[in-house]
């Protein structure tokens, strides 16, 4: 059973960054169907996708965050990792990471959340 | 990007009932369009890819149908554990998008 794990800090300042981790266990990141990605729910809100990593590199960028986002992959540590920077209130979210098929694009394994809130 | 638009955004409905919710794409995306199922506090949960597919392991009264720019998500007989969000999501263009969902309450 694959599971994911988000882990980082929940509560970042306004203009400094955010870096969130996802641990990938019970399959490997390195298998070539899938896109591992970041998505985020804005408290009350809807479903905001962010991007994604293929273990190749690859990567995918929500335009709206493109400017601020690095998305990357550590496939010895089965890990994928976010890192937004210059963030502010409209960044806080609950941000989660899941697995994307790369060939229909469903997300069929998602981590828990985490709650990262930007306040000083 | 792909727009989408799901309807209602709410609905009150009774423990029994049947339940449909629509999403409809701002331009043809095929029938890569999934559904997923949200509760406070928890990750969403797949319940149909492709359109029409049933994740493994959801319940049968849930069924998706639709093609092209129309989708609908349709539970068949509402039971208690189905009160919740549910979104709809594109996965045609390399940028996925989510409906804004549809939160299901009881009547």
């Known amino acids: 059973q694959v599971q994911l794990q988000e882990s980082g800090p929940g509560l970042v300042k306004p203009s400094q960054t955010l870096s969130l981790t996802c641990t990938v266990s019970g399959g490997s990141i390195s298998s070539g169907g899938y896109y591992w990605t970041w998505i985020r729910q804005h408290p009350g809100k809807g479903l905001e996708w962010i991007g994604y990593?293929?273990?190749?590199?690859?990567?995918n960028y929500s335009p709206s965050l493109k400017s601020r986002l690095s998305i990357s992959v550590d496939t010895s540590n089965n890990q994928f990792s976010l890192r937004l920077t210059s963030v502010t209130a409209a960044d806080t979210a609950v941000y989660y990471c899941?697995?994307?098929?790369?060939?229909?694009?469903?997300?069929?394994?998602w981590g828990q959340g985490t709650l990262v809130t930007v306040s000083s | 990007d792909i727009q989408m638009t799901q309807s209602p955004s709410s609905l009150s409905a009774s423990v029994g009932d049947r339940v449909t919710i629509t999403c409809r794409a701002s331009?043809?995306?095929?029938?890569?369009l999934n559904w997923y199922q949200k509760k406070p506090g928890k990750a969403p949960k797949l319940l149909i890819y492709?359109?029409?597919s049933l994740e493994s392991g959801v319940p049968s009264r849930f069924s998706g149908s639709g093609s092209g720019t129309d989708f609908i998500l349709t539970i068949r007989s509402l039971q208690p554990e189905d009160f919740a969000a549910y979104f709809c999501?594109?996965?045609?263009?390399?940028?996925?998008?989510f409906g804004q969902g549809t939160k299901v309450e009881i009547k």
């Open positions: 899941a697995r994307g098929d790369r060939y229909d694009g469903r997300y069929d394994y």
């Open positions: 990593i293929h273990y190749s590199g690859s990567i």
């Open positions: 999501q594109q996965s045609y263009s390399t940028l996925y998008t």
């Open positions: 492709t359109a029409s």
């Open positions: 331009q043809s995306i095929g029938n890569f």
